[in-house]
């Protein structure tokens, strides 16, 4: 872990200039020479901690950004810039069409194999926490300071965005669930419908009102119009039960 060159602290510029803002930080433009970088800073130390740890953890995994320095003085974590936008704002400017979509969810449940197999639930996958290059449609993951290791059995009454957490965890208001594989492939599913339609299917469920049966979210997912290959993989990462959803070998296997 400690043999990775990271770049010296001290030789990076970080501007003003604001790339985006989440709930732990902002992230602004650097520049190391003419490189340009991405300078995350953040306002509590165990978030700052656990990124740069699962950062240095995943170095060098495909469609995962690289870490390129930090400093723990100042709580920065300095980062490759990768790609034009989040897929946030890409899929709003530039509406993918459902082989784009098909590419982008290979990608990401690629990358997220890959993070499992080095012992990393990654917990907070969404449009804003991928990052794309519009040249070539590839993306890199970001955002890993909710990750949890896989061995991790701790119990979580929520975990990352409400919006992409399965209904086990959004309708047991009082209970906790340990982060496992079929809540990732949940969170997947959100994703891949975000993607097609544009949009999630569910805006800020509480647990006290979240009532919906799979059948309804079923319609949804026929009313998007996608081809049958794609529909059965999405209502198969949305099944209500966790034990029926897909494994994420067989997700993958299917989006090949
Ligand atoms: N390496 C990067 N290159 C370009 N933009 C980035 C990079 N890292 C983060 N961003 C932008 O900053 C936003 C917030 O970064 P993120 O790591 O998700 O912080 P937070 O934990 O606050 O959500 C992202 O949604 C993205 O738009
Ligand atoms: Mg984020």
Known sequence: MDSIDMIPFHSISITGNRLGKGASGVVYEATCGSVKMAAKWFKCTQSFNREINVLKRLFSCPNVVNVVSY??????????????????????????????CIDIMRQVVSATRRCRDLGVWHTDIKDENILIDDANKSIKLIDFETSVDTTDLGRYRRLGTLEYNPPEVLKMYDNHFTYTEPWHVWTLGILFYDLIAGDIPFESPRAEDYEWDCRELDKMIDGLGINKQANSIMKDCLREQPCDRITLDELFARLL
């Open 71 to 100: 400093d723990s003085v100042t709580k920065i974590v300095v980062l490759e810039r990768f790609g034009q936008s989040d897929l946030f704002d890409y899929i709003n400017e530039k509406k993918p069409d459902a082989q784009d």
